[in-house]
């Protein structure tokens, strides 16, 4: 009930093309669902987030869908480019102070 | 430059050998936890700290402890490390308005390597 799900572990895209990366989560009780990126030897940084009361957000070339029946949420990174590489983890929250995380999202771009 | 700061980022130990991984932040965040990140587990949490002296557990508390005696700063302590407590581990700080309030953000570290042999 504590998991938040993250699929596919690893991801090729075209440069220019859309990478899609999905989560999905049991307990309803969580509120908030960010998008974290993460550069080999570096830490996590955020990326994007959203509440259930909205389907969508867009920053950029960035999107968050929300599907709050279906209890699944992804990312939509539009027009990718190699500078995109990195790993991504979607999170969901427990608390206002704990993050549950998803196993994370290694994304290539191929210029 | 507002940044978290760990030390060692690398170390090699063996079971047993108390060590301490610091951290410390420099944006007067109330709010400092400690993650492992092992491959295909995401971040786990170990320890939190809402301000000083005020510390909690996390998911995977087992074999660590901290103390928050300064605002700045938050150890990590493995008495005494064992091979499974081989992971990447990172310290994060926010405000005291936690992770959830709007885009509150939690700065990272850069990380510290830990092998355990």
């Known amino acids: 009930q504590q998991q938040v799900k993250q699929s596919p572990q690893s991801l090729i895209v075209q440069k220019g093309g859309i990478s899609i990366i999905n989560c999905a989560y049991e307990?309803?009780?969580?509120?908030?669902f960010p998008w974290y990126q993460q550069f080999p030897g570096k830490g996590p940084a955020l990326l994007i987030a959203?509440?259930?009361d909205v389907s969508e957000k867009k920053e950029g070339r960035f999107t968050i869908s929300f599907n709050k029946s279906a209890k699944q949420f992804s990312l939509h990174i539009m027009d990718s480019q190699p500078g995109d590489s990195a790993t991504y983890f979607c999170?969901?929250?427990?608390?206002?102070?704990?993050?549950?995380w998803g196993a994370g999202t290694k994304l290539i771009i191929k210029p | 430059e507002a940044q978290v700061t760990q030390n060692p980022r690398y170390l090699i130990t063996v079971t047993g050998k108390k060590l301490t991984v610091t951290c410390s932040q420099n944006?007067?965040?109330?709010?400092m936890s400690w993650y492992r990140q092992d491959p295909g587990l995401g971040l786990r949490q170990i320890y939190y700290?809402?301000?000083?002296?005020?510390?909690d557990k996390g998911d995977v508390p087992e074999g660590y402890k901290v103390s928050r005696k300064e605002k700045r700063n938050f150890p990590l302590i493995l008495e005494s490390p064992s091979p499974n407590q081989t992971s990447l581990y990172f310290c994060?700080?926010?405000?005291?308005?936690?992770?959830?309030?709007?885009?509150?953000?939690?700065?990272f570290g850069q990380g510290t390597r830990l092998t355990v042999v």
């Open positions: 959203i509440r259930p």
């Open positions: 994060a700080s926010s405000t005291n308005r936690g992770l959830t309030y709007s885009n509150t953000e939690a700065f």
């Open positions: 700290s809402m301000n000083v002296e005020v510390t």
């Open positions: 944006m007067n965040h109330e709010y």
């Open positions: 307990n309803t009780a969580f509120d908030y």
């Open positions: 999170a969901a929250s427990i608390t206002d102070y704990q993050l549950i």
